[in-house]
């Protein structure tokens, strides 16, 4: 932190100016919004690398969006200048070493406090930064998956689809860590609907080659062809431990699973792999549903709500959440600690949901009495009479 004592705003523009210049900037926050907009609340600042560039972020906070801009350094400093003081009266500089604050009173008197920071800061944030990535970008078989090119750079095309990779393996990564399963034994995995096979490579490459734990690792996808294609590429490679099999999630059954994955489901697909992956009785169980045409049809909302579904769009959300909502439920009662949140857009599909349910080590019968309620007073409250997931389970508990 500079030894200069800061008294006028212009010493404070001057500090900031160098500290953008020396990449000393973690953020920049202004607040006490006093304009004319009175939806905006503040504007959050921070340096970013945006397609080579160096740049200050600015996300506009608004009561019901968010706006972002980016600047180049000079025409950022312009803009702080143009907001700090007439619009907003307080700002909040975090610098790598060091914290400054300054504050206009009603009377427009400034106050500057600056201060040593509490910790080492980071320095400035990549846009498409590579820090906490759990696969390396370099491994082979994102190259044979062509996600990136013979010298090991992102395909430009394929951003999404490394994104989504990478998120995959976060959450399975946390799963692991609070799952009841024995970290140095071999895992089972299975992956319903693998497709051509890249969260299937993922999760075998990150239990092998990251995790080194002797994973066996199955995709069951119903094209043969798209099996035969990831055999052949696993074989290439030499990814042992990894096959891909002709099936579904009705005709495969392995002798034991521990985690089980069905992205992209339709429908009662996502009932019959969460069904299977309880009676695998699997350490976890990740789903990313698509369609809910089930129960729709079933439900009876009360009049109330008629006014709210006379528009269809309305009604497919209210079955979706219903849905999930009862798949999430009766994996609770079945002994799993169970989350519901939005995931990154799976290929062909809008829908990012996931439920990611994570077995407990032990079942609470107050617990699960008190779930199975809520699941009957849901279901009578919107008539519903049929549920797939709830119906399998009955019979295959008999």
């Known amino acids: 932190m500079s030894e200069a004592t800061l008294n006028t705003i212009e010493d404070f523009y001057v500090l900031l100016s160098k500290s953008i210049e020396n990449n000393q900037v973690v953020k920049l926050l202004l607040s006490k919004y006093r304009g004319a907009d009175k939806s905006l609340n503040r504007v959050a600042i921070r340096p970013i690398i945006l397609q080579n560039e160096a740049v200050l972020s600015f996300v506009y906070e608004h009561q019901t969006n968010h706006i972002t801009k980016n600047y180049s350094y000079k025409l950022a400093l312009s803009e702080i200048k143009s907001l700090v003081g007439e619009d907003f009266k307080s700002a909040y500089l975090t610098l790598l070493d060091a914290e400054v604050q300054?504050?206009?009173?009603?009377k427009g008197k400034l106050k500057i406090s600056q201060h040593q920071a509490k910790k080492q800061q980071t320095a400035v944030a990549t846009h498409n930064r590579e820090k906490n990535r759990f696969v390396d970008i370099q491994r082979p078989f994102l190259t044979a998956l062509k996600v990136t090119d013979k010298q090991q750079k992102l395909i430009p095309a394929m951003s999404n689809k490394w994104k989504q990779i990478n998120k995959f393996i976060e959450v399975f990564s946390q799963a692991l860590d609070v799952s009841p399963h024995d970290k140095t034994t071999p895992l089972n995995v299975v992956d319903f609907g693998s497709g051509k096979g890249y969260l299937t490579f993922a999760i075998h490459d990150y239990l092998r080659h990251t995790l080194k734990n002797d994973a066996q690792v199955t995709g069951v996808e119903l094209r043969q062809a798209l099996a035969d294609l990831c055999n052949e590429t696993a074989s290439t490679l030499d990814h042992q431990g990894l096959d891909f099999v002709c099936g579904d999630v009705k005709t495969h059954a392995p002798k034991q699973t521990d985690v089980m994955i069905a992205l992209h489901a339709c429908d009662v697909a996502t009932d019959y792999a969460i069904h299977y992956g309880i009676r695998?009785?699997?350490?976890?169980?990740m789903c990313s549903p698509c369609c809910h045409k089930q129960i729709r049809p079933q439900m009876q909302s009360p009049e109330l709500f008629q006014p709210m579904l006379?528009?269809?769009?309305?009604?497919?959300?209210?079955?979706?959440?219903v849905t999930d909502s009862l798949r999430a439920l009766l994996l609770e009662a079945n002994g799993y600690s169970t989350k519901v949140f939005e995931f990154i857009s799976l290929e062909h599909t809008n829908k990012n949901k996931m439920i990611l349910a994570v077995k407990k080590a032990k079942i609470n019968p107050k617990e699960q009495a008190k779930t199975l309620t809520q699941?009957?007073?849901?279901?009578?409250?919107?008539?519903?009479?049929?549920?797939?997931?709830?119906?399998?389970?009955k019979e295959s508990a008999v």
Do not use: P, R, W
């Open 375 to 393: 699941i009957a007073n849901i279901k009578a409250y919107y008539g519903i009479t049929d549920h797939c997931l709830e119906s399998l389970l």
């Open 280 to 285: 695998a009785n699997a350490s976890i169980i």
């Open 102 to 106: 300054i504050e206009f009173s009603k």
């Open 310 to 321: 006379q528009f269809g769009v309305h009604l497919g959300q209210q079955a979706e959440m």
